[in-house]
């Protein structure tokens, strides 16, 4: 809700470019980067107000990026 305070707006866009290091590291901390954007998601969805998040990786790195986002939300 800070961000509503902070940054007024009718939606909401996060662009994580470079986050090759994010699908590296370990599988908890990972989790942990998607729960927080997921309960995110979930608060501003309640507000009907769109919260998305975006990834940038290298293309060698897709399907890694793939596997981990798909576990990760389960």
Do not use: C
């Not at 509503?4 to 699908?23: D, R, T």
């Not at 990972?30 to 293309?59: G, L, R, Y």
């Not at 990026?65 to 576990?71: D, E, F, I, S, V």
């Amino acid at each position: 809700e800070d961000l509503n305070v902070m940054i007024p707006a009718k939606g909401y866009v996060i662009y994580v470019s470079h986050a090759n290091a994010l699908f590296r590291n370990s599988s908890l901390d990972f989790n942990a980067f998607v729960d927080t954007f997921q309960e995110a998601s979930e608060f501003w969805n309640q507000k009907n107000i769109p919260f998305k998040v975006f990834f940038q990786a290298n293309p060698e790195n897709a399907e890694i990026a793939r596997r981990r986002l798909t576990k990760a939300i389960g």
